[in-house]
């Protein structure tokens, strides 16, 4: 067992000062002007409990962050005894460069300042073998966890089909997010899964140890209970961690928060900053109630409450406290701003999502040149926040298109693609041998003549062994198991991964010519030279890099780490582009100026969450409502469509009950360009019987004479279409409405020219010359004819 002082490393060391610095005269404090009086107390209540409660924008995390640049200059605490926990690795690495500044760079870097996960990753590297793992242990993706679940379930004879493993997955993360090992699961909840859930739940954590390995909830549940099992190790950090600081409290989940109460349970030095109003994690095992509780976890805590917002105009700020102000459970805070006024929050509907991605794409190409003489807007001030991430799709093809640049945040990313995937299953065998799903993974990649049959063989040997598949396979190797051709494969892959695990151990060369050495020995990367599919030169540049991207890292170990924690990770060039992440991972960031695109009734708020969990659900998403809006400082525009394709289905779409919660007076409804909107944003806002406010000044935009909405309104054919009552029957001109039978030659948008086969309602079957046969709905396609060009 690894003891406290053997361990001993880097992070706990003794600072080391230079001289230079020792005898320099006490550093100036004048990182703390400008702080109000409430945030300047925040920062100086240095010990003992404090909660920061208080709006967005109102400088909670710069009050953190200064706090931090206040222990170091005070000399209560070296770097590397403050414990600070972001919710982002992105936000991790912001306040470290802030603290930097601050502090006039003198800070090296504060080692534990990072996620819940990755700060429990690195204690439970030190006690692994405390939770039953080996140090070197892996850390499986939700992609790893689904087959390792999937196995077992199938293992166990249960139809997986009505018994899915995603299923299964959510249980046990939601036991895990409680901190519920499987013999603490509560009786109540026995019958999950068909009376199997904590069974299968206790299988899979056999199986996790088997592997040497753990998944994401375990990080913290593990620590939680080695700090639990072994007061000595608990009470070792809790000495080392003079002061504690979180940031957004409002989303720590029991597990998380069991971690703080146990880590802070000595000094009680602990300092938790949070927004009740900001909290979006619920369907996470989030707990706001966490905030409550702390007056009452930590007696005499000091309660600050921060009222000044500094980052938006008086119009934002307030639409986002009407939008806010109708959900019931609130602390309730006030929130004032001495900015000006600014432009009110713009509100706009168009008639479908390409329309919505064109005109955001024209606003974002209008704000950088500097227009309404406004000076010009980087892209990186710019963001478009979306509720669901297949809304950023239309995004990224239109900026594609017109050649405007963005990053995605949070989207699927490199690590996700397929070769990258195998490529770091064979790191992680060559890292961890015991990694049996790495293994299986790429065990016939490439092709070997491992088929299932040989696959099952080692599997076989495996579990009568009580071994990995690497391990099993090298039993088969030296007992003559398998055909000779699958044996000779497996003996060289055995060969290979004993030769590459020596040379990480050793660590003599540079593990990023260990990882080409891997990719070129195996086959991989002649695999996919010789394949003649159109990605598969897509594949070897991404291939290539991987190795880039690993250059960053000290070893292979380090990378594999950090995408398996990383979620916020992106490459980039350095030049400005424009954000496209979803609500969730804007927590906590500020922009000029905000997109908020599909605000339509059941994506926003998603009819999921409100099914799941009702009021309480659709509270989660007003919240989200009120963090996309708090995000701007300058301009934020929402905007909503009257038709969706969502999962490949054309939908109508109500604009969302969000947009009749916004207090009239600090909107401006826009009127949607002539060709393919002309006013049915507006008029759909005014067909809600809940939204005359709204409605009328829709209606006063005067858009439903406009030529383009006269055409929509043609286009629309014998759909019904939203429109103000008193403009109603004036606009739609039976006579315009195009009539399709089969043979007429037709256009569409994205499919170009083509020739309806079968008519069924609205649906037309057109066989398209360069698209093949599809079936598309009538108000998407217009006679050929009528294509003006
Ligand atoms: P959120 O709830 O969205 O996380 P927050 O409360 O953490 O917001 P910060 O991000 O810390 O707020 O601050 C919002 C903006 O206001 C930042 O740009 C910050 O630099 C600025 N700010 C904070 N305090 C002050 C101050 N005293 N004077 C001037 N600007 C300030
Ligand atoms: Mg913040």
């Given at each position: 067992m690894t003891t406290w002082i053997e361990d001993e490393a880097e992070a706990f060391a003794p600072e080391r000062r230079p001289l230079s610095q020792q005898a320099m005269a006490p550093r100036p404090t004048d990182y703390l002007d400008g702080l109000n009086p409430d945030q300047l107390a925040a920062v100086e209540a240095l010990d003992g409990p404090v909660l920061v409660l208080a709006g967005a924008g109102t400088g909670k995390t710069r009050a953190l962050t200064t706090r931090i640049a206040h222990l170091l200059n005070t000399g209560r605490a070296r770097p590397n005894q403050i414990l600070a926990v972001t919710f982002t690795n992105k936000a991790a690495r912001e306040m470290k460069t802030r603290v930097g500044q601050t502090v006039g760079g003198v800070v090296e870097g504060i080692p534990w300042l990072g996620t819940f996960h990755s700060l429990s990753v690195k204690i439970l590297r030190r006690h692994a073998e405390m939770a039953g793992l080996k140090s070197n242990f892996t850390i499986l993706d939700t992609d790893d966890q689904l087959r390792l679940l999937k196995q077992l379930i199938v293992a166990e004879g249960i139809d997986e089909k009505r018994w899915p493993p995603r299923l299964l997955a959510s249980l046990i993360d939601g036991w895990k997010n409680r901190a519920l090992t499987p013999e603490k699961v509560p009786a109540s909840e026995a019958a999950a899964f068909n009376n199997r859930g904590t069974e299968l739940y206790a299988m899979y954590q056999q199986r996790l140890l088997t592997l040497n390995a753990c998944d994401f909830g375990d990080l913290l549940v593990h620590v939680v209970g080695i700090f639990q099992a072994f007061p000595e190790v608990l009470e070792k950090y809790q000495d080392w961690f003079r002061y504690i600081l979180v940031d957004e409290y409002q989303d720590t989940n029991v597990a998380q928060y069991l971690w703080l109460r146990l880590l802070a349970g000595g000094h009680k030095n602990i300092c938790c900053v949070g927004d009740d109003d900001q909290s979006i994690y619920g369907w996470r095992g989030a707990e706001v109630g966490n905030i409550l509780r702390f007056e009452k976890d930590f007696p005499g805590a000091k309660v600050i409450r921060l009222e000044q917002n500094y980052r938006s105009t008086p119009h934002i700020l307030a639409a986002a406290s009407g939008v806010i102000?109708?959900?019931?459970?609130r602390l309730g805070k006030t929130l004032w701003t001495d900015?000006?006024?600014?432009e009110k929050v713009r509100l706009i509907g168009h008639w479908d999502g390409d329309e919505e991605a064109r005109w955001i794409g024209e606003k974002i190409e209008a704000l950088e040149r500097g227009t309404r003489g406004s000076d010009p807007v980087s892209p990186d001030g710019i963001a478009i926040l979306v509720r669901a991430s297949f809304l950023m799709r239309a995004f990224e093809d239109r900026f594609l298109t017109i050649g405007l640049p963005y990053r995605v945040i949070g989207g699927p990313r490199f690590y996700e693609r397929l070769e990258i995937r195998d490529a770091m299953a064979y790191f992680r065998v060559a890292v961890s041998p015991d990694d049996s799903l790495a293994f299986e993974r790429i065990v016939n990649k490439p092709k070997r003549g491992l088929g299932d049959k040989a696959v099952q063989t080692i599997n076989n040997v495996a579990r009568q062994h009580g071994v990995g598949l690497l391990e099993a396979a090298r039993m088969i190797v030296e007992e003559g198991g398998l055909a000779t051709r699958a044996r000779n494969a497996l003996k060289s892959m055995v060969d290979g991964f004993d030769r590459w695990g020596a040379l990480v151990r050793a660590g003599e060369i540079p593990h990023t010519d260990i990882a080409e050495q891997i990719l070129d020995e195996s086959g991989y990367t002649d695999m996919w030279k010789a394949d003649k599919s159109p990605d598969a030169a897509g594949r070897l540049e991404n291939l290539k890099e991987l190795i880039k991207a690993l250059d960053e890292f000290e070893n292979l170990q380090g990378f594999l780490e950090h995408v398996s924690l990383v979620m916020d990770n992106e490459q980039d060039d350095g030049a400005p582009k424009v954000s496209i992440m979803t609500l969730h991972a804007a927590k906590g960031l500020e922009f000029p100026c905000v997109f908020l695109p599909g605000w339509e009734d059941g994506l926003f708020p998603s009819q999921r969450s409100m099914d799941e969990s009702g009021l309480k659900g659709l509270e989660e998403e007003r919240r989200l409502a009120y963090v996309g809006i708090t995000r701007a400082e300058r301009l934020c525009t929402i905007s909503f469509v009257a038709n969706r394709r969502v999962y490949n289905q054309w939908q109508s779409q109500m604009p969302s009950r969000f947009i009749d919660e916004l207090p009239e007076e600090h909107v401006e409804v826009l009127t949607p360009p002539g060709l393919y909107g002309g006013g049915f944003g507006a008029a759909a806002v005014s067909s809600r019987p809940t939204g005359p406010s709204l409605a009328d000044a829709a209606a006063k935009a005067?858009?439903?004479?406009?030529p383009g909405w006269k055409r929509m309104q043609a286009r629309a054919g014998n759909r019904p279409v939203s429109q103000p009552k008193e403009t109603r029957n004036t606009v739609?001109?039976?006579?315009?409405l195009p009539a399709f039978e089969v043979g007429t030659r037709i256009f569409h948008q994205k499919f170009g020219y083509g020739t309806v086969t079968d008519i069924e309602g609205d649906k037309l079957l057109i066989d398209f010359e360069k698209a093949g046969p599809k079936h598309v709905v009538s108000r998407f396609v217009t006679a050929a004819d009528d294509v003006p060009f």
């Open positions: 102000s109708s959900n019931e459970k900015l000006n006024a600014g005067d858009a439903y004479n406009s739609i001109d039976a006579e315009a």
